[in-house]
């Protein structure tokens, strides 16, 4: 019996020990970035867990910060559009490219948001900047998944590379 009770109770802090390592928390995020050739445009579309990014927008503008739908404000809203424009960049064949704003929309606790770049004519190289959450949490790992009509590319940015290009030729 005794030694039943040494085995119960060794299983259980092994487990509570290894369980103990495997609660962490993931900080991650993702974009999606199609080339619509026939549309002469890029679109993407963010994936940020909505704690995470209203974390930094109160750190970062104001405690007051709420991204819900049902409570935030115009300018949580252009707060967090700021935000993002700052964090995330594009360069298209080389030249600075202009990030137009689409919209959003909250899915439980990821915020997905929109945009767009125009007047992409042919798209032979694409650098992306992305450094969003990355001045709160050092671990955060920002996957960039790419795709047109011949090429699917990925990339995982993180504090120590923020940036990456994507060549086509």
Request: charged share 25%.
């Amino acid at each position: 019996m005794k030694s039943n009770l040494k085995i119960i109770i060794f299983c259980l802090l092994i487990f509570t020990l290894f369980t103990g390592f495997v609660v962490h928390k993931f900080y991650v995020s993702t974009t999606k970035v199609q080339y619509a050739k026939e549309k002469k445009s890029i679109q993407i579309i963010s994936k940020i867990f909505v704690e995470d990014l209203e974390q930094v927008l109160q750190e970062r503008y104001s405690s007051r910060v709420q991204l819900d739908p049902k409570r935030e404000t115009e300018l949580d809203q252009n707060y967090l559009i700021e935000y993002i424009l700052q964090k995330l960049k594009f360069k298209v064949n080389g030249n600075d490219a202009q990030l137009i704003y689409i919209g959003k929309e909250y899915d439980i606790d990821i915020l997905n948001i929109y945009f767009e770049i125009e007047d992409v004519d042919l798209l032979e190289s694409i650098g992306i900047e992305n450094k969003i959450l990355l001045d709160l949490f050092p671990e955060q790992q920002n996957i960039i998944h790419f795709s047109n009509e011949k090429n699917k590319r990925n990339l995982i940015l993180d504090k120590n590379r923020p940036n990456g290009l994507l060549n086509f030729n």
